[in-house]
Nanobody, 117 residues
Framework: QVQLVESGGGLVQPGGSLTLSCVASRISFSNYITGWYRQFPGKQRELVASVDRGGAVNYVDSVKGRFDISRDNAKNTVYLQMNSLKPEDTAIYYC???????????WGQGTQVTVSL
């Protein structure tokens, strides 16, 4: 089956930086819109950032100027570089890939990001 595996989560102090990675198996990212979602405790997942096949990016307003999404199709990997982290960024972060014309959507298992002193 298709697998998306996230890594890079952990504990970081406010103002610090962290980079998340998502590696795919059994698919080619070149066919997909890829992105990162996050889920706060007790709430539904929200879209954080996405990048499409042409390189166009989209961010939720709360992370604009602080987070950067990128992808390396040759490595089937998507990244989320997070800078100037705030305690309110604390959440479980999930990798997502969508191939609309094929009717396919995949999710990773999630990685915990905690921003705290």
């Amino acid at each position: 089956q298709v697998q998306l595996v996230e890594s890079g989560g952990g504990l970081v102090q406010p103002g610090g930086s962290l980079t998340l990675s998502c590696v795919a198996s059994r698919i080619s990212f070149s066919n997909y819109i890829t992105g990162w979602y996050r889920q706060f405790p007790g709430k539904q997942r929200e879209l954080v950032a996405s990048v499409d096949r042409g390189g166009a990016v989209n961010y939720v307003d709360s992370v604009k100027g602080r987070f950067d999404i990128s992808r390396d199709n040759a490595k089937n990997t998507v990244y989320l570089q997070m800078n100037s982290l705030k305690p309110e960024d604390t959440a479980i972060y999930y990798c997502n890939a969508v191939w609309r014309t094929a009717g396919l959507e995949c999710w990773g298992q999630g990685t915990q990001v905690t921003v705290s002193l």
